[in-house]
């Protein structure tokens, strides 16, 4: 069974730190791209952030640029979102994300973060 299984989300002040973690399983995990997404409350779902299959290579979206990185260890299947400087804006919904071409699009159920005095 393939599945994704996030964690990490929570309420959190502005300017405080999360991590997020995205649990891999039934899929071979180092061959696929990894990314998150998120999903403000009655907004659309945007692109986050991306990362290869190697972790070579990493995009991030301009509105998070220089306050979340994300990384990847592929022995534990796991992919991480680090979110640094949390701005009342990046609260959302959170999802992973595994892509390969020519193969369907995996998701996860999603994590919520809240960033809130």
């Known amino acids: 069974q393939v599945q994704l299984v996030e964690s990490g989300g929570g309420l959190v002040q502005p300017g405080g730190s999360l991590r997020l973690s995205c649990v891999a399983s039934g899929l071979r995990f180092s061959i696929y791209a990894m990314n998150w997404y998120r999903q403000p409350p009655g907004k659309e779902r945007e692109l986050v952030a991306g990362?290869?299959?190697?972790?070579?290579?990493?995009s991030y979206a301009d509105s998070i640029k220089g306050r979340f990185t994300i990384s990847r260890d592929n022995p534990k299947n796991t992919v991480y979102l680090q979110m640094n400087g949390l701005k009342p804006e990046d609260t959302a919904v959170y999802y992973c994300n595994a892509r390969k071409t020519w193969y369907p699009d995996v998701w996860g159920q999603g994590t919520q973060v809240t960033v809130s005095s």
């Open positions: 990362i290869s299959a190697s972790g070579g290579g990493t």
